[in-house]
């Protein structure tokens, strides 16, 4: 081995840190158990600081509202006695918020418990990816929690971390030398639980399918089956649970915000899945991303072109398979997204599952690329992608105590305004719903079509929703000056917030009117 080349020889004393079993495993999980509760405690941290800790979505209180009821004994709905059955999209997300109120823990302290543990988990699992040899392994976990999307998320108060994990364990079963049928199809099944999407991961059991059937035994054949049964009957059991709920087989929540962003979807699909891409890249994700290009690249010129290959021809910058597995999945998830919600809100939140299996596949392309550099080479991107780790985990930090201060300035503290000054039982209309749900205690009428299938197709229609809002009574509407043009022109405001949050991120304070329909 030439002086100041890599090789995998001078890592042997780590290898039997890192081996299956043993007290290595206990300790690397301590490792990653530290890191991540580092990183959500920061986070938390940088919220209180700047107004208060809370959640940086309106969404995240929906579930908390249903999982109170959940405790308590209420039964699955948004309102007593029955209003809004299918507006969760993430049951299992909701018992696990339930088993905290059943505890009596403060909402924020048992959602950051279980942010912890699912950050910590997707940790554990992508520095055991198969394929990573010695240090990549390492490099895998700090990949994984270098992502700051996934730390905002895992303190966001909503399932996308846990349901990020439940993929990569899938993804992991299905990349091992002999697939964890099993463990994959258990896996979709609580993936589907968490987001309805989890499903997509079945796309990739037909590829394991010819696997078997291009080896020499079917010994596996009956594992494969039970995991597609797993899977077949997760699916079953969510379908006809909303089917009982609501007499429809699909939750709400994915309909209505199809039909409100539909207008997104005017734009070519191309350009749609560029967009969607493009906030959760803004970070060290992005180094994945280049890693497979350039490892595809050169994988290319010297299949195409072998004198690209004089300067090194024993390189052959061949990708571990295993590393390969999560890009087909993720590629499907992101066209999902471009094809039927093109949003990019909330710095991308539906695209965050991907960052996981994203920064796995660009590990195992770095690796497959850098068999041979030099010691300088790699210090310089070790320097790269630690500069960027700690930049971005500082501006997530930032962003998201600037998302919770605006969610706790606007929409809790104008929930909590209304609690304590209007009548119990005034009707209220409002988009968001989640706070209001869950501080106060009026009668809610939901504009945006959670709690009410039959808003969904009027949802831009304001007229219409004017009409719909004088057959249900309404007595006061909760929402910003700039959102609806018509409802809110011959009202009167009543209350504003007046926080300096929303307008310091270029938006309007929230305002309480007491409605009255134009003529």
Known sequence: MRPGRWSNARWMRWRHRVRPGGRGVVAEGLLWAGLALLLV???????????????????????????????????????????????????????????????????????????????????????????????????????????????????????????????????????????????????????????????????????????????????????????????????????????????????????????????????????RWLRVWQPVLVGPGLLAVVGILLWATWQFLGRWFPLMRIANPTSTLHLPPSSLHPLPWLLLHSLLYAWRLPVTYQHGRYLMPILPALAIAGVGAWQALGRDWHRRAWLALAGVAAGLTLGFWALGARAYAWDVAFIESEMVDTAHWVARNLPPDAVIAAHDIGALGYFAPQPLVDLAGLLDPAVIPIVRNEKALARYMQRQGVAYLVTFPGWYAELDRCSRPLFTTRAPYAPALGGENMVVYVWQPCP
Do not use: C
């Open 41 to 271: 405690l920061a986070y938390r941290a940088a919220a209180a600081a700047l107004y208060r800790p809370g959640f940086p979505l309106d969404d995240a209180w929906i579930h908390q509202t249903y999982a109170r009821h959940v405790a308590a004994g209420v039964g699955w709905v948004y309102r007593v006695p029955d209003l809004g059955r299918g507006a969760v999209t993430a049951p299992l997300w909701v018992l696990l918020l339930a088993v905290g109120h059943v505890l009596g823990l403060e909402p924020g302290l048992w959602v950051t418990f279980l942010g912890w543990l699912t950050l910590t988990g997707l940790a554990v699992v992508a520095a055991r990816w198969p394929g990573l040899e010695g240090p990549w392994r390492w490099v895998a976990g700090l990949a994984v929690l270098g992502q700051w999307h996934l730390v905002w998320a895992a303190v966001s108060g909503m399932e996308t971390v846990a349901f990020a994990l439940a993929v990569l364990v899938a993804l992991w079963a299905l990349a091992q030398p002999r697939p964890r049928w099993d463990l994959a199809g258990a896996a979709v099944g609580v993936a589907l639980w968490l987001r309805p999407e989890g499903a997509l991961v079945l796309a990739l059991f037909p590829l394991g399918l010819m696997r078997i059937a291009n080896s020499t035994s079917n010994h596996q054949l009956p594992t494969f089956l039970r995991g597609i049964g797993w899977s077949l009957l997760a699916a079953a059991l969510y379908l006809g649970l909303h089917r009982w709920w609501t007499g429809a087989w699909w939750p709400t929540t994915g309909p209505a915000k199809i039909h409100e962003y539909a207008a997104l979807r005017a734009a070519p699909l191309l350009l």
